[in-house]
């Protein structure tokens, strides 16, 4: 998956679960402009899992504060998740 | 330091009759029951067919659409009341205020809705993964702490579960602490959300479900309608509500608390009776004062029999004076939120002089030899009301009410 289409999906995912529009989405909001708090924080994630079909441990998540963030860790989760796979 | 009378200055309700307090007083004031065919997905799996749902209640009508994935229907009901009832009080409620602001809201079972739907996906489609709202949608307290967020309120914010009393423990709660001077303002009452496959089944297997309608003191009464909704009142010291200009719907003026010690389920006239009595020594009234009760009157043949010999005990001769009603004929049994829909009944009656009745009543049962306004709603006016709420577990809540225009 291309880091843009990655990008795409995520800001998808966010809108819906935060009743936006998802061109509101961009990769240089913070999660305070799009006003998530963190029940929405824990309920994107949420999403996001159902979304890729993977698992987000806690200490990954913890520190995301935007979405530049949020799809820059997916990226590395899911790249360890392919080598693993590979493996 | 000097007890203060307490005003209700506003009221919200949502119910099977509409969304708000306009409607359910119409419905109620003039005998007509709420009591209707369930959804047809609950109606062809139980024993029992009607019941008085808020049919009507579309949550996107009153909040915005992420809101609605946050808060179980129990909780959105309650907001809705609450919204109504600041608004028709005319309060502004921040800052200072606030923090003098308690919230007391009643539940029996809480964000049951939203439990009963994801464990079926837990256990019947086994699905593996759970959503993070749901604790925050079930907890018993969500209605309350959302109504504190929307006013901005910082006072003492609690949820009372004591099934069926709920809301008049809430209520009763409430009024002490605005009567004793702890805060200045409270919001109080109940809300309740049952209609779940589980629950519903649930209240089927104790087989005190009618299987047609709530006949409340009728000799041919086969139990009570189940019902869902909420009710908010607004309390605040009846002095500060006169000083700006509040509209009054009445006072509470009484509060009494009992528990029968006896059974889970199977109630105990003794108990009823002492919760009466200490209403009464609370408002600092002789029994023969009371002119209405809005009674617990679910239509079971074991509580309407208990309800009315207990109301003899209390009242003695006077008790053929009295008029006894069940509202729960027509708006249903609300469960946690039943004392706050039957507070807003009893303040309207006071205030409005009209009695409503006990609706789809038929023939009289010599256990319940009382004047319990069958069927018609009676033009009376009566200075002093009580309402009584007597829970499965034997726990007792009784409110008393006097009218706004008297005591002047």
Same mark, same amino acid.
């Given at each position: 998956?291309?880091?843009?289409?990655?990008?795409?999906?995520?800001? *998808?995912?966010?809108? *819906?679960?935060?009743?936006?529009?998802?061109?509101?989405?961009?990769?240089? *909001?913070?999660?305070?402009?799009? *006003?998530?708090?963190?029940?929405?924080?824990?309920?994107?994630?949420?999403?996001?899992?159902?979304?890729?079909?993977?698992?987000?441990?806690?200490?990954?998540?913890?520190?995301?504060?935007?979405?530049?963030?949020?799809?820059?860790?997916?990226?590395?989760?899911?790249?360890?998740?392919?080598?693993?796979?590979?493996? | &330091? &000097?007890?203060?009378?307490?005003?209700?200055?506003?009221?919200?309700?949502?119910?099977? =009759? @509409?969304?708000?307090?306009?409607?359910?007083?119409?419905?109620?004031?003039?005998?007509?029951? /709420?009591?209707?065919? &369930?959804?047809?997905?609950?109606?062809?799996?139980?024993?029992?067919?009607?019941?008085?749902?808020?049919?009507?209640?579309?949550?996107?009508?009153?909040?915005?659409?992420?809101?609605?994935?946050? %808060?179980?229907?129990?909780?959105?009901?309650? +907001?809705?009341?609450?919204?109504?009832?600041?608004?028709?009080?005319?309060?502004?409620?921040?800052?200072? %205020?606030?923090?003098?602001?308690?919230?007391?809201?009643?539940?029996?079972?809480?964000?049951?809705?939203?439990?009963?739907?994801?464990?079926?996906?837990?256990?019947?489609?086994?699905?593996?993964?759970?959503?993070?709202?749901?604790?925050?949608?079930?907890?018993?307290?969500?209605?309350?702490?959302?109504?504190?967020?929307?006013? @901005?309120?910082?006072?003492?914010?609690?949820?009372?579960?004591?099934?069926?009393?709920?809301?008049?423990?809430?209520?009763?709660?409430?009024?002490?602490?605005?009567?004793?001077?702890?805060?200045?303002?409270?919001?109080?009452?109940?809300?309740?959300?049952? =209609?779940?496959?589980?629950?519903?089944?649930?209240?089927?297997?104790?087989?005190?479900?009618?299987?047609?309608?709530?006949?409340?003191?009728?000799?041919?009464?086969?139990?009570?309608?189940?019902?869902? /909704?909420?009710?908010?009142?607004?309390?605040?010291?009846?002095?500060?509500?006169?000083?700006? /200009?509040?509209?009054?719907?009445?006072?509470?003026?009484? =509060?009494?608390?009992?528990?029968?010690?006896?059974?889970?389920?199977?109630?105990?006239?003794?108990?009823?009776?002492?919760?009466?009595?200490?209403?009464?020594?609370?408002?600092?009234?002789?029994?023969?004062?009371?002119?209405?009760?809005?009674?617990?009157?679910?239509?079971?043949?074991?509580?309407?029999?208990?309800?009315?010999?207990?109301?003899?005990?209390?009242?003695?001769?006077?008790?053929?004076?009295?008029?006894?009603?069940?509202?729960?004929? &027509?708006?249903?049994?609300? %469960?946690?939120?039943?004392?706050?829909?039957?507070?807003?009944?009893?303040?309207?009656?006071?205030?409005?002089?009209?009695?409503?009745?006990?609706?789809?009543?038929?023939?009289?049962?010599?256990?319940?030899?009382?004047?319990?306004?069958?069927?018609?709603?009676?033009?009376?006016?009566?200075?002093?009301?009580?309402?009584?709420? =007597?829970?499965?577990?034997?726990?007792?809540? +009784?409110?008393?009410?006097?009218?706004?225009?008297?005591?002047?």
């Amino acid at each position: 998956m291309s880091h843009s289409e990655l990008a795409a999906r995520v800001a *998808k995912v966010i809108a *819906k679960t935060q009743k936006i529009p998802e061109e509101s989405v961009t990769l240089e *909001k913070t999660f305070a402009d799009l *006003k998530i708090d963190s029940l929405d924080g824990i309920n994107i994630l949420f999403a996001l899992e159902e979304e890729f079909q993977i698992e987000i441990p806690d200490e990954a998540a913890e520190k995301i504060r935007s979405v530049r963030e949020m799809v820059e860790g997916l990226e590395k989760l899911m790249g360890g998740k392919a080598a693993q796979e590979g493996a | &330091m &000097m007890e203060r009378r307490v005003a209700v200055t506003g009221i919200g309700v949502v119910s099977a =009759f @509409g969304d708000t307090f306009g409607e359910f007083w119409k419905g109620v004031a003039s005998g007509r029951s /709420g009591i209707r065919p &369930m959804t047809p997905a609950f109606r062809s799996a139980l024993r029992f067919a009607n019941a008085a749902e808020a049919a009507q209640f579309d949550a996107r009508s009153h909040f915005e659409e992420k809101q609605i994935d946050y %808060l179980d229907r129990f909780a959105q009901f309650a +907001v809705v009341a609450a919204r109504e009832a600041v608004k028709s009080s005319g309060l502004k409620i921040s800052g200072e %205020l606030g923090r003098r602001t308690a919230v007391v809201t009643g539940s029996s079972a809480g964000g049951q809705g939203t439990e009963d739907q994801n464990f079926y996906n837990l256990y019947a489609l086994k699905h593996t993964r759970f959503s993070p709202l749901i604790i925050p949608r079930v907890m018993g307290n969500a209605g309350a702490s959302i109504i504190s967020s929307e006013f @901005g309120i910082g006072g003492p914010v609690y949820t009372v579960s004591t099934a069926c009393s709920s809301a008049n423990h809430a209520i009763g709660q409430a009024f002490w602490m605005v009567r004793s001077g702890v805060v200045d303002v409270a919001l109080a009452g109940g809300s309740e959300a049952p =209609f779940s496959m589980g629950l519903l089944k649930s209240w089927e297997a104790l087989r005190v479900v009618s299987p047609d309608t709530c006949r409340p003191f009728s000799r041919d009464r086969r139990g009570l309608i189940l019902g869902e /909704g909420a009710g908010i009142v607004v309390l605040e010291a009846l002095e500060a509500a006169r000083a700006r /200009g509040a509209p009054v719907w009445g006072e509470i003026a009484g =509060f009494g608390m009992s528990s029968d010690g006896h059974h889970l389920t199977q109630p105990l006239a003794e108990g009823a009776a002492s919760a009466m009595r200490a209403a009464l020594a609370d408002a600092g009234i002789a029994p023969e004062a009371i002119g209405y009760i809005n009674a617990h009157g679910t239509g079971t043949f074991s509580n309407d029999a208990t309800e009315c010999q207990a109301i003899r005990e209390v009242f003695g001769a006077h008790a053929e004076r009295l008029l006894v009603s069940s509202t729960k004929s &027509m708006h249903g049994h609300a %469960l946690g939120a039943a004392g706050a829909l039957e507070a807003a009944a009893t303040l309207a009656a006071l205030r409005s002089g009209t009695i409503p009745p006990t609706a789809n009543f038929t023939s009289p049962d010599p256990a319940c030899d009382l004047d319990v306004v069958p069927n018609h709603p009676r033009p009376a006016e009566i200075e002093w009301a009580l309402s009584n709420s =007597f829970a499965f577990g034997g726990l007792n809540a +009784v409110l008393a009410f006097r009218s706004a225009s008297a005591g002047r």
